[in-house]
T-cell receptor, first 110, second 115 residues
Framework: KAGVTQTPRYLIKTRGQQVTLSCSPISGHRSVSWYQQTPGQGLQFLFE???????NKGNFPGRFSGRQFSNSRSEMNVSTLELGDSALYLC?????????FGPGTRLTVL | DQQVKQNSPSLSVQEGRISILNCDYTNSMFDYFLWYKKYPAEGPTFLIS?????DKNEDGRFTVFLNKSAKHLSLHIVPSQPGDSAVYFC??????????????FGKGTKLSVKP
């Protein structure tokens, strides 16, 4: 089975712009979760989608949003980018408890 | 308030010896625990997990032990190999709000296995 794929792998944006990241889960996995990894805060949960519905949300501002499509593919959007949004954004898909991560998208905000 | 803590930021072990990575948690609602291995600029790789109804789970060189009364789990790697050098994350999950999709991660322990 192919693993979780994320596009793009690297992205450079400037403050105030918006960005959309994409995630394709492992075939058959209906749950997709997003995490942000920064050196200071570690891995932090953003949100989880299951069957196109947001099932759980972490403690992030409303500038962070996401959605899931009928084929389980997911996108996350960050609007009005800030310098502190620079991070590795990880997507994980899951059949139940174990989550399987993609390689991440490295976002740099200048 | 950190719900999952890995108090050792780094650990150095000789090749062939045992590596023991520790993790403490505070939330008694957690019912599933996982260990991930991560290389720089890559996503975490799932290693092994344990349900709260068990106290031990083995998979090859990796064994996870869970002590619910102490809210403590540990990952044993025997024998350690240089390729095991990476950052190891402990994560916990609980079926609250009907979702297991919210993993709470520790800050990680960087393991270095010296030849």
């Amino acid at each position: 089975k192919a693993g979780v794929t994320q596009t793009p792998r690297y992205l450079i944006k400037t403050r105030g712009q918006q960005v959309t990241l994409s995630c394709s889960p492992i075939s058959g996995h209906r749950s997709v979760s997003w995490y942000q990894q920064t050196p200071g805060q570690g891995l932090q949960f953003l949100f989880e989608y299951f069957s196109e519905t947001q099932r759980n949300k972490g403690n992030f501002p409303g500038r962070f949003s996401g959605r899931q499509f009928s084929n389980s593919r997911s996108e996350m959007n960050v609007s009005t980018l800030e310098l502190g949004d620079s991070a590795l954004y990880l997507c994980a898909s899951s059949p139940s408890y174990e989550q399987f991560f993609g390689p991440g998208t490295r976002l740099t905000v200048l | 308030d950190q719900q999952v803590k890995q108090n050792s930021p780094s650990l150095s072990v000789q090749e062939g010896r045992i590596s023991i990575l520790n993790c403490d948690y505070t939330n008694s609602m957690f019912d599933y625990f996982l260990w991930y291995k991560k290389y720089p600029a890559e996503g975490p790789t799932f290693l092994i997990s344990i349900s709260s109804i068990k106290d031990k789970n083995e998979d090859g060189r990796f064994t996870v032990f869970l002590n619910k009364s102490a809210k403590h789990l540990s990952l044993h790697i025997v024998p350690s190999q240089p390729g095991d050098s990476a950052v190891y994350f402990c994560a916990a999950s609980g079926n609250y709000g009907g979702s297991q999709g919210n993993l709470i991660f520790g800050k990680g322990t960087k393991l270095s296995v010296k030849p």
